[in-house]
């Protein structure tokens, strides 16, 4: 994404700084709880609330999380990091100060990979969250505290981002990879991901950077996409005019579709970042890394990478089932459950197609999870190779799975029990077929006159007229052969 504005090739230069809320029970320094939809100012106490004497003790699950995601990434763990207070004033943070890891982080380094290109990562530090104001109308604003000092890792990319749709899909990344790891529920409706993006117009003949700006507090896939398509017309609007972009710091409004100014852009040394007189350095020793790079899974990328390798499954198939860690973990007992015969591939596809459609589409309109199913992934083998057997259609494997649905059983025996088989006698489809060349005349003229597109009307009679019953390929047969030999019609 590159552009010529008055004499000089620009391209957009992004960086995101992802902040995930991390999956505790209780806060970053303290003991309350972290629940989303407490009352409001309910979860708190003298050490979130900044009552003087009140001492902050780390959470030792954070901080294990923490250093799983950064395992996870190839960052290095540091075996000593420290805690900086960052000074700034606003109503909803009550210490005055917000507690952060800024020379010293937990991590640095890593990568993650986005459209076939890695994108490195700067660091990995914790912190903790700042509390949430509501600005009602007529000027007046509230302040809930529950979420103060909830445990907070910041992910900090180098500006290789290029495009909008780039970050959107590192974003999206970052929360496949909390999920799969547990240490993040990701959910972004309720703030447990978001992320502050940087976007300048850098110069492609030269090392001169662009003026930097930040979008703060974008809670959206889209909403990413959005604030930094507007961004880059703005910085370009800008330059095309002769202007100079400002170094600062805006929001991104979604009704309107624009960025609107905050403030101008603060340098470290506004917060007056200094070590934490009442924490210590947080040392990590060897065992208790180790435990945690125990904990990793195989990441969502690679598993995608070996649903292709392994089973012929496309990038995007590969992608989609991978998506959440549920989703693919029940995927994988059913190709466990294929025999390993010549047709293993043929079969694994044919689960995979009916995961990503049907079953897919069920979740999502009745709102469930894929855990919640009364059937395991077994049944859909069965229920396919049924299917390729002749024994069901698609549309009556359709029917069984619409009854697996409300109760665990064997496919063969329901569509025994209730009566569903597919026709595949001839002289049976052969009674339909010519019944229904014979009540659509002009149709089948049309047909034998060279109208061959009309093929897939009379299937569609034949298979309404068997309840979804006849067998599809036996149909086509029939029907050229009873349109050849000039039956009725």
């Known amino acids: 994404m590159t552009m010529t504005i008055r004499g000089r090739r620009l391209q957009p230069v992004i960086g995101l700084e992802i902040h995930v809320q991390l999956a505790t029970h209780s806060k970053m320094f303290c003991g309350c709880g972290t629940e989303f939809d407490a009352p409001p100012n309910s979860l708190v106490c003298p050490v979130c609330l900044a009552f003087p004497g009140a001492l902050p003790v780390p959470n030792r699950q954070a901080v294990a999380l923490a ?56 660091r990995l530090h914790l912190e903790e969250d700042a509390g949430r104001s509501t600005h009602a109308s007529g000027g007046a604003s509230l302040v809930d505290l529950n979420r103060a000092g909830v445990p907070l890792v910041e992910i900090v990319s180098r500006p290789q981002l290029r495009t909008p749709e780039e970050a959107a899909a590192f974003m999206k990344e970052v929360r496949r990879i909390v999920r799969y790891l547990g240490v993040s529920d990701g959910n972004m409706e309720q703030g447990s991901l978001r992320c502050d993006a940087n976007i300048s117009l850098g110069d492609l003949d030269s090392d001169v950077p662009g003026a930097r700006v930040e ?40 009704q ?8 101008s852009k603060e340098d470290a040394h506004d917060y007056r970042f200094f070590p934490d007189p009442d924490l210590p350095p947080l040392v990590l020793d060897a065992q208790f890394i180790e435990a945690q790079r125990a904990q990793l899974v195989e990441l969502p990328s690679a598993r995608s990478a070996r649903y292709q390798q392994d089973w012929g499954l496309s990038a995007q198939d590969a992608g989609v089932l991978t998506t959440d860690r549920a989703t693919a973990d029940w995927f994988e007992r059913g190709v466990a459950s294929i025999d390993p015969t010549p047709d293993h591939g043929a079969r694994t596809k044919a689960l995979a197609n009916l995961v990503i459609g049907e079953v897919t589409r069920l979740l999502k309109q009745q709102d469930r999870l894929i855990d919640s199913l009364p059937f395991g992934p077994e049944r859909l083998v069965q229920l396919n190779d049924l299917v390729d057997s002749g024994v069901l259609s698609g549309d009556l494997a359709l029917w069984v799975l619409g009854a697996l649905w409300e109760a665990d059983g064997d496919p063969a025996e329901i569509a025994v029990a209730r009566g569903w088989r597919q026709v595949s006698d001839t002289a049976e489809l052969d009674g339909v077929i010519a ?14 006159a060279g109208q061959l597109k009309l093929r897939g009307f009379f299937v569609g009679r034949v298979m309404k007229e068997t309840a979804g019953a006849a067998n599809p390929r036996l149909v086509n047969e029939r029907l050229d052969a009873l349109l050849a030999d000039g039956e009725p019609g």
């Open 435 to 448: 019944a229904v060349l014979s009540a659509h005349p002009a149709e089948a003229a049309r047909y034998r």
């Open 256 to 263: 309107r579709g624009v960025s609107v100014f905050m403030r």
């Open 215 to 254: 979008l703060k507090n974008i809670n959206s896939f889209r909403f990413v996409t959005q604030a930094l398509q507007h961004e880059i017309a703005r910085h370009a609007e800008v330059l095309a005019a002769g202007g100079v972009v400002a170094r600062e710091t805006r929001s991104f409004d979604p």
């Open 67 to 122: 250093t799983r995601l950064a395992l996870a990434v190839g960052a290095t763990v540091h075996p000593r990091s420290v805690f900086d207070r960052k000074s700034y004033y606003y109503p909803d943070l009550p210490k005055g100060y917000q507690i952060t890891q800024q020379r010293h982080p937990l991590a640095t380094g890593g990568g993650i990979e986005v459209h076939g290109r890695r994108i490195e990562l700067e």
